[in-house]
């Protein structure tokens, strides 16, 4: 197991007022910051990981955007590119090692997300490479061990058919309980990595349904360091939602809808839309129709693009509150408007179960 020790300092003050900054919330601020660094010094690989880093605070509310995904893959491969240009007796070394391994994971996950299915294979294999290297050059550092913990928690623990995928591509596997271990260890011992640890710790568990106790758990401490935060609020009322806690739940999405009347930074677009449906989902199960159903037609009046499947599943949740009003003709129409909606998140599943539920109930109706 590694060991704190901070003889080796990968962040100095500044930086780490940068990445205290960005978690808070204030990635549009930060983004013109790092970009004046750039601006000063081309070179500084540190600033062009952390302007990747904005962007990618600036996808995470709105995955299905991909606006950012070239600039986001630029400033990575910039970092890289720079950080392997420092000299092996130069000061700067460990630091350079520590962006160009991290810069390295989080290319190849990234690529790994979008699909980009061949340059992810290659780009997979260096980052573990430049991980381990990491790891080697700073055995009892625990800080060195997050790119190392990030590639095993992500590459690791396949379905049968992956890991044999994974061979025949000749891409690297991880061991999955040994990242999320390790990944553990550096958010609760580590210093320049101990946020990052914890961001990557949210993303796992959220992603398991059998781990949503854990996610809440990690939600809440992040919120709570870092209260104006959108994502981190996001997840917790997500959190809460998918342990049918509807009451806390729609608390956590009112609060971010107050913050995003208020004008508060980071508190776009996307989060408001997202809030505003996840707050009717809430007033549903509640039992709250009517409010539930001013905040359905606030939804489909104000028709928002962005995300998507906002208005899909807006008039998913019309559909029952018509339903529960007896209005089944209206209810028809709303599930038939829902499911000409790109099925995301399972949304033609759940209307077309309730529109099968409608259209008994009318028959019924007919038939008296």
């Known amino acids: 197991m590694f060991q704190p ?40 690989y540190k600033a062009y990981f952390l302007r990747a880093s904005c962007y990618g605070w600036f996808i995470a509310p709105n995955p299905a955007n991909r606006r950012y995904d070239n600039p986001l893959l630029e400033s990575l491969e910039a970092c890289i590119d720079y950080a392997a240009r420092v000299e092996e007796d130069s000061s700067e070394y460990g630091k350079a090692l520590y962006f160009k391994a991290l810069a390295m994971v989080v290319q190849a996950r990234f690529k790994a997300i979008r699909g980009y299915k061949f ?33 095993h928690a992500f590459w690791g623990g396949s379905p049968i058919w992956a890991r ?18 390790m990944l553990e260890q550096i958010a609760e011992n580590g210093d320049d990595s101990k946020l990052w640890a914890s961001l990557a710790l949210l993303n796992i568990y ?20 870092f209260p104006d935060n959108a ?15 509807w009451v806390l739940a729609e608390g956590v999405y009112q609060s971010i809808l107050a913050k995003v ?19 009717v989902e809430c007033q549903i199960n509640l039992g709250k129709m009517q409010e539930a159903f001013e905040g359905v037609k606030g939804i489909l009046t104000s028709n928002p693009i962005n995300p998507e499947w906002v208005v899909p599943w807006a008039h998913l949740y019309a559909a029952r509150i018509y339903r529960y009003r007896g ?11 829902a499911l000409e909606g790109r099925d995301i998140d399972k949304l033609h599943k759940a209307a077309n ?4 539920a409608v259209r008994k109930e009318l028959k019924k109706q007919e038939e008296k």
């Open 5 to 44: 020790d901070f003889g080796v300092e990968f962040l100095d003050g500044s930086l780490k007022d940068i990445v205290w900054l960005n978690f808070s919330g204030r990635a549009a601020l930060i983004f013109q910051r790092v970009s004046s660094f750039i601006s000063t010094d081309p070179s500084d």
């Open 119 to 151: 340059s992810s294979r290659w780009a997979t294999r260096g980052a573990k490479d430049a991980a381990e290297k990491l790891v080697e050059k700073f055995p009892d550092e625990i800080d060195a061990a997050l790119p190392l913990a990030i590639f």
């Open 164 to 181: 044999i995928a994974q061979v025949a591509l000749l891409v690297p596997r991880g061991d999955r309980k040994r990242g999320i271990r």
């Open 206 to 225: 959220s992603m398991n349904p059998h781990s949503t106790h854990k996610a809440l758990e990690v939600a809440q401490q992040l919120h709570y360091l």
């Open 231 to 245: 994502l981190f609020q996001l997840t917790l009322g997500d959190c809460y939602r998918s342990l049918g806690r």
């Open 261 to 279: 009347k208020s004008r508060l930074p980071g508190n776009d677009e996307d989060v408001c839309e997202i809030s505003r449906l996840r707050a």
């Open 327 to 337: 209005d089944l003709k209206r209810a028809e129409r709303a599930l038939r408007y």
């Open 353 to 356: 179960q309730e529109l099968e």
